[in-house]
């Protein structure tokens, strides 16, 4: 089955940056975009972009645009988000996401979700 | 503007209809999914291509869009309906965006 399973809790500086890991199994992991999406403690989901697993080509939320890069390791199945210079309005739950091979369109696949707490 | 605007918030009776909206510019030109998201777990997508359901999702739900605007309806509407709801734009060549959210009571 479809599994997608994400790097643990991170507390980060002001300033630093958050490196989020995706490990995709149970399908081959170059068939099918992985998204990211965050989601802040007590509001709505936002969409942070994509990244064509095959090519490595992404498409950024122009909120993020110059702040996230995504990228990934064919050999590990694995995808990654970082985002640099964070601040405290980035402390959210930050989730990887695959849309179904059944459907047109939406996600059916979903990480755990990793938790990034910027805090002094 | 991307933005996706919901109403925040709809109230609702055990076995009346809910109905949430999701408005934004060009997004005819879209399709739109639907998610349900409980408390502490992740969105299930409830709606895809507008107004098709998931193996799985009850037909109590179901989806509808003309123009700028989406429409998600719950008819005969449960307790374990309540919950938060986002609509979602799907166009490859544009950004995913999310609705703003809703938050459904069941009163």
């Known amino acids: 089955q479809v599994q997608l399973v994400q790097s643990g809790t991170e507390v980060k500086k002001p300033g630093a940056s958050a490196k989020i890991s995706c490990k995709a199994s149970g399908y081959t992991f170059t068939g099918y975009y992985i998204h990211w999406i965050r989601q802040a403690p007590g509001e709505g989901l936002e969409w942070m972009g994509w990244i064509n697993t095959y090519s490595g080509g992404t498409k950024y939320a122009q909120k993020f645009q110059g702040r996230v890069t995504m990228t990934r390791d064919t050999s590990m199945s694995t995808a990654y988000m970082e985002l640099k210079r964070v601040t405290s309005d980035d402390t959210a739950v930050y989730s990887c996401?695959?849309?179904?091979?059944?459907?047109?369109?939406?996600?059916?696949?979903w990480g755990q979700g990793t938790l990034i707490t910027v805090s002094p | 503007s991307s933005e996706l605007t919901q109403p925040p918030s709809v109230s609702v009776s055990p076995g009346q209809t809910a109905s949430i909206t999701c408005s934004g510019d060009?997004?005819?030109?879209?399709?739109v999914c639907w998610y349900q998201q409980r408390p502490g777990q992740y969105p299930v997508l409830v709606i895809y291509?507008?107004?098709k359901r998931p193996s799985g999702i009850p037909e109590r739900f179901s989806g509808s869009h003309s123009g700028n605007t989406a429409t998600l309806t719950i008819s005969g509407t449960q307790a374990l309906d309540e919950a938060d709801y986002y609509c979602?734009?799907?166009?490859?060549?544009?950004?995913?965006?999310f609705g703003t959210g809703t938050k459904v009571t069941v009163l």
């Open positions: 060009k997004l005819g030109d879209k399709y």
């Open positions: 996401a695959r849309e179904s091979s059944e459907y047109t369109s939406g996600y059916v696949h």
């Open positions: 979602q734009a799907w166009d490859s060549s544009s950004p995913y965006v």
């Open positions: 291509e507008d107004k």
